[in-house]
């Protein structure tokens, strides 16, 4: 197989916890089906707290900027950058830190990188060529995150509630919704926002054929 030489096109996609980013970046992926996409999760990039005890693991504030491995993060978007492909880390949200599993994953034309932090990183935002803000009511997202929660991460309802009242949301408040003012495009109502994500998708699928 040849070398690609293709520069790949970076899209952030970020919102609160709840917000539809998620929903939205999958979106944008399905429309572009048939081209060369991949998606890139922060969540993925939690820092690796093998050497804590699981009580420690627990009480660490994942909506903080200091939970995520950004330097590792940064390293890998280069890398495919580059035409590389890369060994991309694997968490466990069942024991709170990072498997010791990797997926090995290979650069693609088009690269979604989603997260609540992503746009909080000037480093991570210098690298993307389209910035989205996923922006969804306080009700909803709270919502949807107890869903989310109680049925893929196996998380007790009081837990969740009391995870959302002491971290989720001053942190919403504190580093991620400051972070609108980066975005080139801000999506009201995440995935139901189908104008807008039908207008992303045209947008890329643009670049790509001028390239």
Same mark, same amino acid.
Request: charged share 30%.
């Given at each position: 197989?040849?070398?690609?030489?293709?520069?790949?096109?970076?899209?952030?996609?970020?919102?609160?916890?709840?917000?539809?980013?998620?929903?939205?970046?999958?979106?944008?992926?399905?429309?572009?089906?048939?081209?060369?996409?991949?998606?890139?999760?922060?969540?993925?990039?939690?820092?690796?707290?093998?050497?804590?005890?699981?009580?420690?693991?627990?009480?660490?504030?994942?909506?903080?900027?200091?939970?995520?491995?950004?330097?590792?993060?940064?390293?890998?978007?280069?890398?495919?950058?580059?035409?590389?492909?890369?060994?991309?880390?694997?968490?466990?949200?069942?024991?709170?830190?990072?498997?010791?599993?990797?997926?090995?994953?290979?650069?693609?034309?088009?690269? @979604?990188?989603?997260? @609540?932090?992503?746009?909080?990183?000037?480093?991570?935002?210098?690298?993307?060529?389209?910035?989205?803000?996923?922006?969804?009511?306080?009700?909803?997202?709270?919502?949807?995150? @107890?869903?989310?929660?109680?049925?893929?991460?196996?998380?007790?309802?009081?837990?969740?509630?009391?995870?959302?009242?002491?971290?989720?949301?001053?942190?919403?408040?504190?580093?991620?919704?400051?972070?609108?003012?980066?975005?080139?495009?801000?999506?009201?109502?995440?995935?139901?926002?189908?104008?807008?994500?039908?207008?992303?998708?045209?947008?890329?699928?643009?670049?790509?054929?001028?390239?």
């Amino acid at each position: 197989m040849s070398k690609r030489t293709k520069r790949p096109i970076i899209i952030g996609v970020t919102g609160g916890t709840g917000s539809g980013k998620t929903t939205v970046s999958n979106a944008i992926y399905s429309q572009l089906a048939g081209e060369s996409i991949m998606i890139l999760q922060q969540d993925t990039y939690y820092n690796d707290q093998a050497d804590m005890s699981m009580d420690d693991r627990k009480a660490v504030n994942y909506d903080h900027p200091l939970a995520f491995d950004n330097d590792r993060m940064i390293s890998d978007l280069e890398q495919l950058l580059n035409n590389e492909a890369i060994d991309m880390p694997v968490y466990d949200y069942t024991k709170f830190t990072r498997s010791s599993e990797t997926i090995k994953t290979e650069p693609q034309d088009v690269i @979604i990188v989603e997260g @609540i932090l992503i746009l909080g990183d000037e480093r991570l935002r210098n690298l993307m060529d389209i910035k989205v803000f996923v922006d969804t009511d306080d009700d909803l997202r709270i919502i949807r995150r @107890i869903t989310r929660d109680m049925k893929e991460r196996d998380r007790s309802l009081q837990s969740i509630i009391n995870q959302y009242v002491k971290t989720v949301k001053p942190m919403y408040n504190q580093f991620i919704e400051p972070t609108k003012r980066y975005a080139d495009i801000i999506v009201p109502e995440g995935g139901a926002n189908t104008v807008a994500i039908d207008l992303l998708s045209t947008k890329v699928r643009d670049i790509l054929q001028k390239d």
